[in-house]
């Protein structure tokens, strides 16, 4: 063995005892390690939209099972996660003649994504391909594919073909403008609950929220039962004089072409389960448009994005107001902590760029074996909720992550806290495993606030959580730079944990032991359009809780001043 392939192999054994610990193994950690390696895979994909973009990703030469299959999961997780976030109609993969070793791991891809297979048999690596087979289906593409070249493939220019230099800031004002004189509704759809806000001619006149667990849903029908009741509270509020003009909608899922596309999510997988069919289930989704039609004018207009999505189109808003206007020519990226990690992007044209960008579902830790061999839904899990592949964003930086951490920390160190998680009705043990109680009460948001207090209180196992969420961040940014290099560096985040200046804080320390990041929250201080100042003064909401559904407001004004 050479010296430069033991290192390798001494590095990977290391990263293998830190997985057996208990420990995280970042993926880019592994990336960089075999950066300066010649064996290389280069990775080109085609998106739905015609843009073409490419990836190398090392992959050493080892010996030894283990270590074998360590290169195997980094490699595979690589693929999945560059999958997870622009989805395409194919990907070719070029492998050096001399990389048989590559090539091995190339040619089963077909196999271990299960592209051939129905989606409903998919599992594991092959279930983001059933969102991007959807995403290909809307654009009239047909399935994904891969592809295997020893040769060089030369591609087009990397880019997506939108104007780039045109004044975004003078756009966003006026969708602002826009909503002056109209009558609209804006829905922030989240995991644990509905915030929905009407406007009148630019002022706030109703405020509702709706919580709901729709993880625990059977059928579309309840989905759509919950929203309609959200909306009728709302329009009950505005008045019968007040019929709105538009609905701008930010949804928990894949949306593209206005079109609710993803199907993948933990907020369907009890739709999943119970479906005989679901397919056609989950496409009774797309009937969401004329539902909020019906509460509507005639010729009004619902236009739907991704909450992330959302989130960001909000911060770039905003930001268009004030004197750090200059921060919108680079884009804006976003990510909402909430159930889940929802990750939102507008580029440097303005536009929410047509990909799944299911970042929650990107692998991000290659260790902590221990807490694989728990079931997804038990709280000291890694497995994601639906895929059941480990150490994706989904719990780490989010509630669940939340969760996880706190069960670990006190158990370990503060017995008698962990013992106030259980007597405090927060968690329940059952079926072997300790799970959060849903019913029946809901005690997510309960759980949730309950750690964040102990936290603001000064607690060390709770500020721990906090700081370590805030390293799972900086561990999601640097992936986000290698999958997507987004001009816009800065992140805004958005939901319950930046309600708190002390858990944000933590955070952003935490973030700051991997990578100096700036981290904004979105709340009071990203207030400046008038509508988002008049929440801001609201003595019972806050711009965290609610400045989506204000986003929302603005996106569809923005729709109708274009039509």
Not at 59 to 77: G, T
Not at 262 to 270: A, N, R, S, Y
Request: hydrophobic share 35%; with cysteine; charged share 25%.
């Amino acid at each position: 063995m050479s010296s430069n392939c033991k290192k390798i192999s001494d590095k990977i054994q290391q990263f293998i005892k830190s997985a057996e610990n208990g420990e995280s193994v970042y993926i880019y950690e592994v990336r960089d390690t075999f950066e300066d390696i010649d064996s290389k895979v280069e990775c080109i994909i085609e998106t739905s939209i015609n843009d073409v973009k490419k990836w190398q990703v090392p992959i050493p030469y080892v010996q030894s099972e283990e270590e074998k299959k360590f290169i195997e999961n980094y490699f595979y997780s690589n693929i999945y996660n560059i999958l997870s976030t622009y989805g395409g109609k194919q990907m070719t993969l070029c492998v050096p003649p001399d990389e048989k070793h590559i090539g091995e791991l190339c040619y089963a891809l077909n196999d271990i994504f299960q592209v051939n297979s129905k989606r409903i048999d998919r599992y594991g690596y092959g279930k983001c391909l059933n969102v991007t087979d959807r995403i290909n289906a809307a654009f009239g593409h047909p399935p994904f594919k891969f592809y295997v070249t020893n040769e060089k493939i030369i591609t087009k220019k990397e880019n997506s073909g939108r104007n780039e230099n045109k004044d975004v800031i003078s756009e966003y004002r006026k969708t602002v403008k826009a909503a002056s004189d109209k009558i609209l509704i804006g829905l922030d759809i989240g995991g644990t609950d509905i915030k929905a806000i009407g406007t009148v001619n630019g002022c706030i006149k109703a405020i509702a929220e709706y919580d709901w667990n729709p993880a625990g849903m059977t059928r579309i029908e309840q989905m759509t039962a919950g929203i309609k009741n959200v909306m009728q509270e709302i329009c009950d509020k505005l008045g019968k004089a007040n019929i709105p003009d538009g609905v701008g909608v930010g949804f928990p899922d894949v949306v593209v072409m206005n079109k609710i596309v993803g199907g993948e999510t933990l907020k369907t997988i009890g739709i999943r389960k119970a479906s005989p069919d679901y397919e056609s289930e989950f496409a009774k989704l797309l009937d969401l448009n004329e539902i909020l039609l019906g509460y509507c004018k005639q010729n009004a207009v619902i236009q739907m994005t991704n909450d992330g999505s959302l989130a960001a189109y909000t911060a770039a808003v905003e930001l268009a107001h004030s004197n750090r206007c200059g921060e919108v020519k680079h884009g804006i990226f976003a990510h909402t902590l909430g159930t889940e990690l929802g990750t939102g992007w507008v580029d440097r044209s303005g536009q929410i760029p047509q990909i799944p960008l299911e970042i929650y579902n990107c692998v991000v830790d290659l260790g902590n074996y221990p807490a694989r061999e728990f079931k997804p839904f038990d709280l000291r899990s890694t497995l994601n909720f639906s895929t059941k592949i480990a150490g994706t964003m989904q719990k780490y930086a989010s509630q669940s992550g939340a969760y996880r951490l706190a069960v670990e920390y006190f158990s370990k160190d503060d017995p008698k806290l962990f013992k106030e998680l259980f007597s405090r009705c927060f968690v329940e043990e059952k079926n072997n495993g300790i799970y959060v109680v849903v019913s029946p009460t809901d005690m997510r948001k309960p759980l949730l606030e309950y750690i964040m207090m102990l936290a603001e209180e000064g607690q060390p196992q709770a500020e721990k959580i906090f700081t370590e969420i805030g390293r799972h961040l900086a561990a999601t940014w640097r992936e986000v730079e290698f999958l997507l290099n987004p001009a816009a560096k800065e992140r805004i985040l958005y939901g319950r944990f930046v309600k708190s200046q002390k858990c944000l804080d933590l955070m952003r320390k935490g973030a700051n032991e991997i990578k100096k990041i700036t981290q904004k929250a979105g709340d009071d201080s990203l207030a400046f359009t008038p509508l988002m100042n008049e929440l801001k003064e609201n003595p019972n909401y806050t711009v965290a809780q609610f400045g989506q559904a204000i986003g929302a407001i603005h996106f569809i004004a923005g729709i109708l001043d274009k039509d």
